[in-house]
């Protein structure tokens, strides 16, 4: 099971970019990384998905190198209610020895 | 068209009781996993049933349990209830466990067990 390493917190103003790095360096070839978002007292909410090289969708993008050993969330011009804790996943579903468990996630707080 | 639900959505327990939550999918899905969220911490996997059967399972004790109907629902058991199981209890579905790429999963609001 591939592990990640994402910073703790990060602050950021409202239209502000913010970026999120997160190391999984010894990710499988069968692994996807997944980002989601979780809300207090809510269940975490998928926000985007991507194997290599780069990902973008109405909300975020995903940028992953060619080692794939890292990967950064990128959310453009945050607001308010994007303050949130982000997990980084690394895993296949699919995956004999899947068992797909959040780290601590990073705290994200948008100040106005 | 309904997401992924749970009930109840708070519990309180006493130690040594036992408790059942449960779970529907989201419509469409077949695939249904558990968390436990501590607070503070980010979810931890449980386990995963899929086609009535649990298909993996995390490092939980066996005081954790769990089923899965043919409608797809499902239920998540623990006995003997300790002090440190109170948390987040959340579930999420998917569609399948074929194929190469990641499913993505669904998640419900979660039920809050207080256990005193």
């Known amino acids: 099971l591939a592990k990640t390493t994402q910073p703790i917190s990060m602050d950021s103003y409202e239209g502000q970019e913010v970026n999120i790095t997160c190391s999984h360096n010894n990710i499988a070839t069968n692994d996807y990384i997944t980002w989601y978002q979780q809300f207090p007292s809510q269940g975490p909410r998928f926000i985007i998905q991507g194997y290599k090289t780069k990902v973008t969708n109405e909300v975020a993008s995903l940028f992953i190198p060619a080692d794939r050993k890292s990967s950064t969330l990128s959310l453009p011009r945050v607001s308010l209610s994007d303050t949130a804790v982000y997990y980084c996943?690394?895993?296949?579903?699919?995956?004999?020895?899947?068992?797909?468990?959040f780290g601590a996630g990073t705290t994200v707080t948008v100040r106005a | 068209d309904a997401g992924v639900t749970q009930s109840p959505t708070h519990l309180i327990k006493t130690r040594g009781q036992q408790v059942t939550l449960r779970c529907s999918p989201k419509?469409?899905?077949?695939?249904v996993s558990w968390y436990q969220q501590a607070l503070g911490q980010g979810p931890q996997f449980i386990f995963q049933y899929y086609e009535e059967e649990e298909r993996q399972r995390g490092n939980f004790p066996d005081r954790f349990s769990g089923h899965q109907f043919p409608n797809y629902s499902s239920e998540l058991n623990v006995n003997a209830l300790l002090l440190g199981d109170s948390a987040l209890y959340l579930c999420?579905?998917?569609?399948?466990?074929?194929?190469?790429?990641?499913?993505?999963?669904?998640f419900g609001p979660g039920t809050r067990l207080t256990v005193l």
């Open positions: 999420a579905s998917s569609l399948g466990l074929a194929g190469d790429s990641y499913n993505e999963q669904f």
């Open positions: 419509s469409g899905h077949d695939t």
């Open positions: 996943l690394v895993g296949a579903l699919a995956s004999n020895d899947y068992k797909l468990s």
